[in-house]
């Protein structure tokens, strides 16, 4: 359960790295968001954006809170199917803050360069490189020039 | 000039036409003092050359106030809103995020009451506007090609169209397919170094701050020329009234400065320039005696007729990497096939498409124009599919006035300097729910035709309102109108509003380059008719 000042406890960190697991499960030779260790960076990303840092902590608080989960001893107790249950739960009870939530994991995970090098991104900044790009051809516009006009005249 | 020193125009809000008339003023002769409580911005700090741009984009440059939270935002209380208003608090004001999508209004636009029978005319009409339209694309630098069978001819564009890309190819061809209009879009972004700024090299975030001054916001087009010809930019400056003398004419100011000091700057003339929002909220806030409802304010429609343009987001998955980051994000093509009332069909007015990209992983995952990808099992397949090889249409609908919707003072929430924020009331309407839902049905068609295997989509895009329209508006009653059709106050003949607040009524484009236009045409009765408000007539 998140502390009263709204810090994560290092329980919280125990449960959000399995948390993270369930969102972005493994893939390829990846393993899940939690494994490669990118709780740390939802914690940071999250105390850059106070909207994500305020929907981070309802949803840790809400699932310390889940009666079943707290029954089996917590969420990391769970089986995953139960876990995903729980989180689903949560989701349909929280839809903002869950939404705000997997932006935030979405942002840690596919901020990593080893996500990067597995969908193909090039992992650097837009700029200053940009991108090329073949200029505009008017060649395109030979059916579109033919259209008589046809705008709405106002007198 | 001196802090208190008479200034002949006093200026609120540096953004796109604040901008346009500290330049046209100051070339005019007049001085002028331009009140921005934002600050200049750094095109080296903008988040295109950082590694976490995409958490920057979602941070500190996010679209919503509420959200971004930097000292210079004031709140915004939008629970009672169908959509959140977006707005960027800087000199360049939104023009710094926006994507530069410039079309412009129809001549039909302005004559909806004449025409449809519903709300109602501008007191001016597109050809007043078209000298000063013509103007502001050199002024803000215009890529784009002329001969649009969709709008009135116009005058070459400055720069040839910006890259349509091979997902903009694709989408045009959908269209042809369905034999529905397209056009390459106008943008006030660089196809070709222009103005001594260099050309756009496709990064995509012109949507969000642009590194190398590529695209025309104006803190780097009409601002600095204005400061060039004398005018003076004061940022960190937060107004919180407009002042008036006995006579009921504006005299200043009243504003917080940098270092939260309380200050006054006196004016023979004041021109608020705050956007849709910001605009109602200061003159609601400025009760001098003599005014009770506010200032300019005797009709009691300050604040009133609040329109954003309600978008409807259709997003297409193609099986192909197009790489749909790269190239402008919203500035490729539009289609105005749907533009104009057809009394075939069971609402008024129309909308227009804007073909938009898609962006880098993060967001893509996050929820651009859709709810974020699927959590668990089905996330690495779900992003698979969207990540570069979508494409999106827009339905940027026309959104009629309507007295219930409207910008009023809360009674609690307040920004930085205890000012009251504002509290935006709004729903859409029937009308704009079934021209959005046909806006729906038709982009889906023009993806099956460009050769989409899905389209996805977002009805009402909540996280969508930069258009901010409609309250101080224009007319020749001033029972039905707050300002005159040179954006004079009914109330005060030397206090003048300039933005989007102006509007009549919202066509279905992009705004700016219309309220950009009007600036420029208010600033040229000011320049050609009101010598007496320079310091040399007095």
């Known amino acids: 359960m998140p502390t009263k000042e709204k810090q994560l406890t290092n329980a919280d960190r125990m449960m959000l790295k399995t948390v993270l697991d369930r969102v972005i499960p493994p893939v390829d030779d990846l393993p899940g968001a939690g494994a490669m260790g990118l709780a740390a960076q939802v914690e940071n990303i999250a105390g850059r954006v106070p909207r994500l840092h305020g929907s981070l902590i309802k949803m840790v608080g809400a699932l310390s809170l889940d009666l079943h989960s707290h029954a089996k001893g917590g969420f990391n107790s769970l089986t995953t199917d139960q876990q995903d249950e729980a989180l689903r739960t949560i989701e349909s009870a929280l839809p903002g803050e869950f939404g705000n939530f997997l932006e935030l994991v979405f942002l840690a995970y596919y901020g990593d360069s080893r996500v990067h090098k597995r969908i193909g991104w090039h992992g650097r900044p837009p700029q200053p490189e940009g991108y090329e790009m073949e200029p505009f051809d008017e060649a395109i516009l030979e059916t579109a020039r033919k259209r008589e006009p046809f705008w709405r005249k106002d007198k | ?538």
């Open chain 2, 1 to 538: 000039m001196a802090q208190n020193e008479l200034a002949d125009i006093l200026i609120i809000g540096a953004g796109a036409s604040g901008g346009a008339v500290a330049w046209r003023l100051a070339k005019a002769g007049f001085s002028v003092v331009c009140l921005e409580q934002g600050q200049w911005q750094k095109p080296s700090e903008y988040p295109g050359l950082s590694d976490d741009w995409e958490i920057r984009w979602r941070g500190d440059f996010n679209y919503d106030p509420n959200s971004r939270r930097r000292p210079e935002d004031y709140p915004v209380n939008d629970r009672d809103s169908d959509v959140t208003p977006l707005m960027f608090n800087a000199v360049g004001g939104s023009t710094v995020h926006w994507t530069a999508h410039t079309p412009r209004f129809h001549p039909s636009d302005f004559r909806v009451r004449s025409q449809d029978g519903v709300a109602a005319d501008w007191p001016v009409s597109y050809w007043d506007l078209e000298p000063h339209y013509d103007l502001n694309d050199r002024m803000m630098g215009c890529s784009g090609i002329a001969g649009d069978p969709a709008n009135p001819p116009r005058s070459p564009r400055p720069m040839p169209p910006l890259p349509l890309g091979p997902d903009g190819v694709r989408m045009a061809n959908g269209f042809e397919k369905l034999g529905w209009h397209w056009w390459p879009s106008d943008s006030y972004i660089n196809s070709v170094e222009y103005d001594g700024r260099p050309a756009c090299n496709n990064c995509g975030l012109n949507g969000v701050a642009c590194t190398r001054r590529a695209k025309g916001s104006t803190d780097v087009t009409y601002v600095p020329e204005a400061v060039r010809l004398g005018a003076e930019v004061r940022t960190g400056c937060r107004v919180y009234e407009v002042t008036t003398g006995t006579d009921g004419r504006a005299t200043g100011a009243s504003y917080f400065g940098p270092d939260g000091e309380r200050r006054h700057q006196p004016a023979r003339a004041v021109v608020v320039a705050c956007n849709g929002v910001g605009t109602p909220r200061l003159l609601l806030l400025s009760k001098p005696e003599g005014h009770p409802r506010g200032i300019a304010n005797s009709s009691g429609l300050v604040g009133k007729n609040l329109m954003f343009h309600p978008y409807a987001m259709v997003t297409g998955a193609f099986w192909d990497d197009m790489k749909s980051f790269q190239g402008a994000v919203g500035n490729i093509i539009l289609s105005q096939e749907f533009y104009e009332t057809d009394p075939r069909r069971d609402f008024v007015r129309g909308y227009t498409y804007q073909m938009v990209r898609s962006t880098g992983p993060g967001i893509t995952a996050a929820g651009f124009s859709l709810p974020p990808v699927a959590w668990g099992g089905k996330h690495h397949e779900e992003f698979a599919e969207r990540f570069g090889k979508t494409a999106i249409l827009a339905v940027i609908s026309e959104d009629l006035p309507e007295l219930h919707n409207e910008v009023v003072l809360d009674d609690r929430l307040k920004d930085s300097n205890g000012i009251p924020a504002p509290r935006v009331r709004y729903k859409t309407s029937t009308n704009t729910r079934k021209l959005l839902d046909h806006g729906i049905r038709n982009a889906r068609r023009v993806f099956e035709a460009a050769g989409a295997h899905k389209s996805l989509v977002t009805p009402l895009l909540r996280a969508g309102g930069w258009h901010l329209m409609g309250t101080a508006r224009m007319g020749d009653d001033p029972e039905t109108s707050v300002v005159n059709k040179y954006g004079q106050a009914h109330d005060a003949d030397n206090l003048f509003i300039v933005d989007g607040s102006l509007f009549v009524t919202s066509g279905a484009v992009n705004p700016t380059p219309t309220i950009q236009a009007l600036a420029l045409w208010v600033s040229e009765h000011i320049a050609t008719t009101r010598g007496d408000l320079k310091a040399s007539a007095n």
